[in-house]
T-cell receptor
Framework: NAGVTQTPKFHILKTGQSMTLQCAQD?????LSWYRQDPGMGLRRIHY???????DKGEVPDGYNVSRSNTEDFPLRLESAAPSQTSVYFC????????????FGQGTRLTVV | RKEVEQDPGPFNVPEGATVAFNCTYS??????FFWYRQDCRKEPKLLMS???SGNEDGRFTAQLNRASQYISLLIRDSKLSDSATYLC???????????FGKGTRLHILP
């Protein structure tokens, strides 16, 4: 029972390069979200999805794109990475009633140089 | 006033002691409240929901005070394994918005 799986766990990217962070869940949860966590700040939601084919912007969506082609996967794409996107990224899944995040993935530590 | 505020700590508490944290929120429309714990360099994990009537889970008690707009977490008989950062989370159903506090660091001392 894997829960929410994120890959990769660590990555170093050069400014201007693109990258996709992967998120997969096996609990049949409808809601999936991406967060970033920076020192001295609370987790901030980037994008989220309530079901396959539906995505919405969170509080800090600029510079990121998402897609949701099925229930299990919710990739986060950085088209042209910037040093300000250096962060720890978490994917989270929620129950249908959706009033909080039930499970988080283990995170992806991304450094943009 | 920030949407969700927590004392960052650290709280250094001897093993076996009782410790309490508060978290204040600014939006009275906030509907749901939660506590998470996050170990160093790990993902957040849902600890418990917070209800107006108060709720208890073993050594942990959570309370909500809507009039004063704060939630609290009480840990009794603290263990070394309780050392972590505790995150306060507020959900606003009307805006479908989740706000995470910055967290309170707790160190349990042997």
């Amino acid at each position: 029972n894997a829960g929410v799986t994120q890959t990769p766990k660590f990555h170093i990217l050069k400014t201007g390069q693109s990258m996709t962070l992967q998120c997969a869940q096996d609990m049949n949860h409808g809601y999936l979200s991406w967060y970033r966590q920076d020192p001295g700040m609370g987790l901030r939601r980037i994008h989220y999805s309530v079901a396959a084919g539906i995505t919405d912007k969170g509080e800090v969506p600029d510079g990121y794109n998402v897609s949701r082609s099925n229930t299990e996967d919710f990739p986060l794409r950085l088209e042209s990475a910037a040093p300000s996107q250096t962060s720890v990224y978490f994917c989270a899944s929620s129950y249908p009633e959706r009033n909080t995040e039930a499970f988080f993935g283990q995170g992806t530590r991304l450094t943009v140089v | 006033r920030k949407e969700v505020e927590q004392d960052p700590g650290p709280f250094n508490v001897p093993e076996g002691a009782t410790v309490a944290f508060n978290c204040t929120y600014s939006n009275s429309a906030s509907q749901s409240f939660f506590w998470y714990r996050q170990d160093c360099r790990k993902e957040p994990k849902l600890l418990m929901s917070v209800y107006s009537s108060g709720n208890e889970d073993g050594r942990f008690t959570a309370q909500l005070n809507r009039a004063s707009q704060y939630i609290s977490l009480l840990i009794r008989d603290s263990k070394l394994s309780d050392s972590a950062t505790y995150l306060c989370v507020v959900y606003m159903n009307r805006d479908d918005k989740i706000i995470f506090g910055k967290g309170t660091r707790l160190h349990i001392l042997p």
